[in-house]
Nanobody, 124 residues
Framework: QVQLVESGGGLVQAGGSLRLSCAASGRTFSSYPMGWFRQAPGKEREFVAGISGSTFYADVVKGRFTISNDNAKNTMYLQMNSLKPEDTAVYYC????????????????????WGQGTQVTVSS
C-alpha cells in the first residue's frame, strides 16, 4: 500500500525557514516523479516544486525553496527559506506511481497519490 506522510509544518515568522518532509512507503519513490503543492484558504491547490530527474519550481518560490530526495530514507524534502506571509498554506506532497503517458510536473492531475498535508503559517 502506497502511503505519503508529510511533516515539518508549523508557525514561523516572516524571513524564517522550515523544512518539510514527505516520508514514503509501499514503493521506492526515487523512481517516480514527485512534487509539492500547497493550498491556501479559498484558493486552488497550486504547484510549488517537483522532482523527476531534474527539479522544477513555481516562479513565486524559485530561489527560496529547494526540493530534494533522500533515496536511502525514501523521503522527499522541501527546504523553505525567506518565508513570506503569502507562503501560508497547507502543503501536500504527491507522487506519480500508476499513471502512465505524458504529463506535466506542475499539474495536479499528473499525480495519483497524495499525503494528508501539513500546515505552514508565516506571521508578518
Amino acid at each position: 500500500q502506497v502511503q505519503l506522510v508529510e511533516s515539518g509544518g508549523g508557525l514561523v515568522q516572516a524571513g524564517g525557514s522550515l523544512r518539510l518532509s514527505c516520508a514514503a512507503s509501499g514503493r521506492t519513490f526515487s523512481s517516480y516523479p514527485m512534487g509539492w503543492f500547497r493550498q491556501a484558504p479559498g484558493k486552488e491547490r497550486e504547484f510549488v516544486a517537483g522532482i523527476s530527474g531534474s527539479t522544477f519550481y513555481a516562479d513565486v518560490v524559485k530561489g527560496r525553496f529547494t526540493i530534494s530526495n533522500d533515496n536511502a530514507k525514501n523521503t522527499m524534502y522541501l527546504q523553505m527559506n525567506s518565508l513570506k506571509p503569502e507562503d501560508t498554506a497547507v502543503y501536500y506532497c504527491a507522487a506519480r506511481i500508476d499513471y502512465t503517458g505524458p504529463y506535466y510536473v506542475d499539474k495536479r492531475d499528473s499525480y495519483d497519490y497524495w499525503g494528508q498535508g501539513t500546515q505552514v503559517t508565516v506571521s508578518s
